[in-house]
């Protein structure tokens, strides 16, 4: 097996999961982790663990629904912001459903965004952000605790180059006062060089908040999507809500659900054996009556053959899951997504369009409730109860990925002083697992220029505005490019308030929540549960709710105890000790946790957002540990899906790189972009 040097990472660089882990904002050394980390009383442990059959096709193992079949909330959207309205409602004896139109939860703006837990000082004073980023910011260290998605409290520097931009500062620093952002300063020069060595030399201050943290966005969704399911609320995915009708009880939802054209085709497969095997034994039979007059005849005469029929079937099923192909490059190159808008506001590279989808089943789902969190897709849902006050636009937000040998160039989240218009601007940061990200870019689809921008055109502004705050960054250790779509809303602010179109209060708005939404997140479920609660949801506590939530992803000390396979290999002596990712370092047994956990998996891309594996620095290149292949073949495996069924990483999805494992000539066009 072909093997490639692999960069070290910095010695000072603290990366998640490396010799420790972050938890509630602080660092734990790996013999912390113990007693911090690695809990055992987590939500759905100790139940079945792996024996737990995975989840059904597109939902969790149970229902939530009541005798009737109604539920008292359904919350449409499942990223960050309906995961953490579920997670809440949670705590109570209700019936929940939360339904998502993609194929996993977080597969909106939440799975493309920068990850960091503002402060607030950034936003209006008496905006709803204003009300919200502080109070959530608050909330993450604790989350933390219980839920163990990573939070590294890292602090954020805004950094000032001239007189005027210091200005800027001191403005910000008001802003943040009225709002009630603690702990804010401006620092000097000397300063930042301490904190930030590595910072552009025209630095000349910064406005300092050492309560900014960071998350992998995906992973803390997911952490309060999988701590709702196990308190009992159930999740559906693949399932578009395509009508709303009000009732007497409150709402009756139409609802699509779709599958993909790969996953269809099996179940095709599994439609003719079974019509095999109803002909072999009608054919039997009519034998038996012709040779013997009695059909009774049938099993001592026939039965071998009818034995033997259902053998080649079952061995071309075993033989369909287990041959998983090596992962191939399409040579697509990358996009601009303007041209996909629509799609991504549905769940990008998982909606049913990217993967040739089409409608199974149709649902009609009752609720007494329903709370919108549906992202850029927001003020459509809103349209279907005749409400009109507010439209959605999304706004775009590519970003660059580095390898992680350069994580060590920033300690902060780095931001430039804001530009009026445009808002935060870009960001040089280190995220929990040690990359450094770059951007994002704030491109409105509706401006007619955004389509005209080419990939060079989108990367030349990421890598030259970012190196306009870490000048020595190297292009060339790119590895991945990805974009988000934000909900931009015309009322320039989060819209968090019942519905004016229904009387009652029976439908909530979470809706044009943009940055710092992911910050404001676990406040604003609160909010919302108090308008549920204000508006006629009665809530009973449910003594039962469990708050903690294991990690999925243990910590380790680099190859120790641990072992490299050959590809193919899906039954090693100890899964604890089976590599499955080389890069992250992702082990057998921690992929089949991710499988066997509460939310349904049954993709490459679920595992990578679940437990990095295809997310370092080969990004699963076949000719190196095919590490995509390896997950597609334990995913066979656990759920019985035939392979060909495995949804696998799209390409080119939302990335603007021109190919998927890009070239020497590819990393050297990069460095001349950032120049």
């Known amino acids: 097996m072909a093997r490639k040097s ?21 660092w734990h050394d790996l013999e912390e982790c113990a007693e911090h980390y690695n809990i055992t009383n987590g939500s759905g442990k100790g139940k079945c663990g792996n024996s737990c059959a995975t989840c059904p096709r597109s939902r969790t193992r149970h229902s939530a629904a009541k005798a009737d079949g109604s539920y008292d909330v359904v919350i449409i959207g499942a990223g960050c912001i309906g995961s953490a309205i579920a997670r809440e409602l949670s705590k109570s004896e209700l019936s929940v459903l939360m339904l998502d139109s993609a194929d ?12 960091i837990v503002h402060a607030g000082y950034d936003d209006a004073p008496g905006s709803v952000r204003a009300k919200f980023c502080w109070k959530g910011n608050q909330m993450f260290p604790q989350l933390d605790r219980e839920l163990h998605f990573g939070y590294n409290q890292n602090g954020s520097l805004v950094v000032a180059t001239s007189d005027e931009e210091i200005k800027v500062l001191h403005d910000l620093m008001k802003r943040g006062d009225v709002n009630g952002v603690k702990n804010l300063s401006i620092i000097n020069q000397e300063e930042l060089r301490e904190r930030e060595p590595h910072v552009h030399p025209n630095a000349k201050a910064a406005l300092l908040s050492p309560d900014a943290g960071t998350v992998i966005p995906y992973e803390f969704a997911i952490a309060l999507a999988e701590n709702a399911a196990d308190n009992g609320v159930e999740v559906r995915v693949r399932h578009e809500v395509k009508s709303i009708k009000r009732t007497d009880l409150g709402y009756d939802l139409e609802v699509d659900q779709w599958d993909t054209a790969a996953y269809m085709k099996t179940q095709k497969g599994y439609v003719f054996e079974s019509m095999l095997i109803a002909v072999v034994v009608a054919g039997m039979g009519a034998a038996a009556m012709h040779m013997y007059g009695d059909a009774d005849m049938l099993f001592p005469t026939a039965g071998g053959l009818f034995a033997l029929t259902l053998v080649v079937i079952q061995v071309l099923r075993i033989l369909q899951n287990k041959t998983v192909p090596l992962t191939k490059d399409t040579g697509n190159s990358g996009i601009n997504v303007c041209s996909k808008v629509n799609e991504m506001a549905k769940g990008g590279s998982g909606y049913s369009t990217a993967v040739n989808g089409s409608v199974t089943q149709k649902h009609v789902i009752k609720t007494r409730y329903i709370v919108n969190c549906a992202g850029s897709g927001g003020s459509d849902i ?6 009109k006050s507010f439209t959605i636009t999304p706004r775009l937000g590519e970003y660059v990925l580095l390898h992680k040998s350069e994580g060590h160039l920033a300690n902060h989240t780095i931001f430039p002083a804001p530009d009026p218009k445009k808002g935060k ?11 450094l990200i770059l951007g994002p870019t704030a ?5 007619g220029q955004s389509e005209k921008d080419t990939v060079d055109d989108i990367n030349r502004y990421i890598l030259s505005k970012c190196k306009a705050l870490v000048p020595s960054f190297d292009a060339a250790k ?17 819209i968090i308030e019942p519905s004016a179109a229904d009387e009652r209060g029976r439908f909530i708005h979470a809706a044009g929540i943009d940055s710092p ?19 006629g949801l009665v809530l009973k506590p449910d003594q039962s709710f469990n708050p903690n939530r294991a990690p999925i992803v243990f910590p380790k000390e680099g190859w120790k105890g641990l072992k490299a396979s050959k590809r193919g290999t899906t039954s090693f002596p100890d899964a604890r000790k089976n590599v499955v990712c080389k890069c992250e370092l992702v082990t057998e047994a921690e992929v089949v946790e991710a499988i066997h956990r509460s939310l349904p998996v049954d993709s490459t891309q679920a595992i990578r957002k679940r437990t990095r594996a295809g997310m370092g620095h080969c990004q699963a290149e076949p000719c190196n540990y095919d590490c995509e292949g390896r997950v597609a073949e334990l995913i066979a495996r656990e ?11 799209p390409w080119p999805g939302t990335s603007t790189l021109k190919r998927r494992w890009i070239t020497e000539q590819d990393k050297q066009d990069l460095q001349k972009l950032s120049c």
């Open 478 to 494: 790119t590895i991945h490019a990805f974009c988000g779509a934000r909900a931009k809303s015309d009322r320039k602010d989060w």
């Open 6 to 26: 692999v960069e070290p990472v910095k010695a000072d660089l603290r990366v998640h999961g490396n010799k420790g882990a972050y938890v509630g904002g602080k």
């Open 639 to 649: 759920t019985g899906l035939p392979a060909s069924a495995v949804g696998r990483r």
């Open 104 to 115: 996993d939860v977080t597969q909106g703006a939440t799975k493309g965004n920068s990850g």
């Open 382 to 387: 809103a349209r279907m109860i005749n409400d």
């Open 517 to 535: 939404g992911l910050a404001g997140s676990p406040a604003i479920a609160l909010h919302v549960v108090e308008l549920l609660q204000k508006n």
């Open 443 to 447: 491109r409105d689809v509706s401006d």
């Open 425 to 435: 601007g870009v960001l040089v940061q280190a995220t929990l697992w040690g990359n």
